[in-house]
Structure formats: C-alpha cells, structure tokens
C-alpha cells in the first residue's frame, strides 16, 4: 500500500479528485450561505410579518381572503398561513415555489427570505387565531425599493463562489506543483553545476518512494560512477606515462654511450630527435594528470592569472621578435581552476606565438555571466576543414603548422580538456583578415 502512495501518477490522480471535491463542497456551501434562500430575514422583513400579524389578529376574517392585501408601501404583499399539518389554509392552490420554502423553513425562531424571479418570500413567524397557531408567511412583488434592500444579502455570490472556488484550486495546485518540482529544480540546479564540469557537486538529499527520489537515487549512483571512472583514467595517465619514463630514460643512456663510442649517423639523430618528442609528451601527459587529480575549485583574481602569462608570453615573444598585447577587465573574480586554467590559456598563446608573423592579441570580456577570452594570432590559419580536429589529442594540421614545426599535438587538447572542466566552451575560427582566432567562454557563477 505504501509503494502504490508513492507513485506519482496515484499522487496526482488523488490530488486531482481531491481538488475536485473540496472545491465542490466549498462552493456548495458557499452557495447556501451567499444565497438568498438561506439569508436570515432582516429588520424590514421582520417589521412587515409583525405588521401583518397585527393586522390578522385585528380582522382574522381578512386573513383568509384570497386576494392580495395592500401593504402600506403601495406595493401588494400576499399572506399564506399554515397549520400544524403544514397546509396552506388560506389558499386553495400554492405554487411549488412557496410550497418548498415553506416546507424548507419552518422554525419561528429563525425567519428567513427567499428572492425567487419577481418575488420575495418572508417566513415564518407564529400566529395565534381562535386558540389554533398557525406559521404565517409573506409573498411580495419585486420593487426598486425592495431589490436595494436586497442588494446587500445578494451581495456578488456568482463572483464570491468563482473567487473561492479559484483560491482553493489554486491553493491546492501550488501545493501539488511544489511537491513535485522543487525537488526536480534542486536536482536540475546539481545537475546544471555537473554540466559545468563540478564534478564534486553532491546531489541533494531526497528521501522518497517516489518516482523523483529513486531519480535521484541513480542520479546520484551515476555521478559517484562517473568521478570513479574519471579518477581511474587520470590514475592510469599518470601510471602509464610514469613507466614510460624508465625505458626512456634508459634509451637515452644508450644512444648517449653509442655517440661516444661511434660517430653520430642519421638514424642515430632520428632516434634521438623521436626520443625527445616522447619525452615531451610524457611530460605534457604527466603535468596533465597532476593537475586534474590535484585540482582544487576556488575563487581567484583574473589579474593574478594573467600577471604571470603576460609576463612568460612578452619574454618568449622577444624571443622569437613578436609582441604580445593583452587586455583584460580588472577586479574581477571567478570560481575556477587556477592551475588547469593558466595551463590552458599558456598553451593557446604559447601555440599562437609559435605560428604568429608579428604579434599576438589576447583580449577578454564580460558578457552576459561569461568572460570570453579571444586570442588571435597573425599567422596562415588553418584549412577550414581542419579547424574542428586541431582539439584533439596528438592531432598536427597540415602545410604550415606539420610536424617539423614542434610540439607533440597535446597543447590545444590540454586547453580543451581544461576548459571543458570550467564548465565552459572553446572554438577555433580563421579571422576575416589574416590568421586563428581561439576563442574562449567561462562561466563567471
């Protein structure tokens, strides 16, 4: 039974009949209490049975007439006595109007008043005539005077019984709605965070049978799956190109002997120069792997990150006789990874002087909770067709930017890599007049 409560669809189909009845209960008795039909009869009213009952126990015989009775408004208001039989003595034929309010109120002690299309039922109030009692009841037309009398127990009961019935429906929704998407919010809220690469956040707690909470039960198996497979490559990176380093290292030994020994050939030089590259990329590999595992998330000044890359891009650019301009919005903090982040933006400026003719730009700004950092350089650029691979790891373009040029391919997807941990996005294009533009997009929150 408690399995078949926390289903969503029984929780719904229940919250559904429920809203259904209590606003039908409510609007019922909504409806006898804004009714006239069930309105206590006020003083005017109670001024005319008594005005009446004078006037029958002044002429009984009048009583009995059949014809209306001229009230002292001028308006003509018709009496109707019952016995203890609950007949009407007075008149041979009563119309079912009359007959139901008299049969629906009786009690002396609590007169009321009935507006029924052009007439007014006032009623009852006890009469005594030759020592039998009798319920005495008035009928009267419809006046201007006696609908704004009126007017106030009328009140707006349409609108009233609408504007209650609306209230309570929507109450009830809200409450319904809450129950089921606040804890859907909470887990898009988490799981917005896990898109922008925050792959420590923890899942909210939803203790439910429901639908939602074992939602958020395999969310949360998948997120703990995920870290676990995240951490066991990273492990396996480091392991991997950790070994490497021992054969490598013995193989240079070994051409180091043999130039000593023997004069240095081509294929000893090629040997040598594939060495190197692998070197470099187990070290690329190894920096890599430290720095995702040892990673920590935290809030940092953009100032701080770029002080240091300005300052290693102008003294490699001086190298190489480039120049390096850089600018940037002061002030400003962003949650991020400071190390995995200044690695990434070190490879992209580091590939673009590598391929620049004379300078390179790096400009950043603030745009809509982003901060987009563009780095454009004023060399070739890449084909086209070539733009969407050059992210990928050991991927070396064609012409210009070949093998001979340097590098192992790791350093734009090791930016990638980093970026797409932030949370954030990276593009490469060619600019409109000459050279690649990089661009980056970080969330600021």
Known sequence: MKRLLNNLFVKIFVSFWLILLITAFVAFNMSRLVSTDNVAAPEWALKNLQDFEQRIQNNPNKAFNQRPAPHSSGRFTMPFLVDEQGLVVNHPQVDRAIRRFIANHDQVNNPRIMLDHERVFIGPRAITLDDKTYLLYLERRRSPELMNNLLPLRGSSPWVLAGVAILLSLALCFLLTRHIVSPLKRLQSAANK????????????INRGDEIGQLSESLQRMVDTLNQAISNQQRLLSDISHELRSPLTRLNMALALHKKRQSSSAEVERIERESQRLAEMINALLSLSRMQVNAQRQQAQLDELMID??????????QLSKKFKATYPEHLSLLCYPQLLSSALENICRNALKYAEQQVTL???????YL???????????????????????YRCGE???RDSGGVGLGLAIAESAIRQHGGSISAHNHSGKGLEVSLRLPLQ
Do not use: K, Y
Not at 194 to 205: A, F, I, V, Y
Not at 309 to 318: I, P, Q, S
Not at 372 to 394: A, Q
């Open 372 to 394: 987009v950092i563009v780095i454009r350089d004023d060399g070739p650029g890449i084909d086209e067709s070539e733009l969407d691979n050059i992210f990928r790891p050991f």
């Open 363 to 369: 400009e950043a700004n603030i745009e809509q909770q």
């Open 309 to 318: 890359l300005v300052d290693d891009c102008n003294f490699e650019a001086e």
């Open 400 to 402: 210009a930017r070949d």
């Open 194 to 205: 896990l898109s922008r690469g925050q792959l420590d956040t923890q899942l909210p707690e």
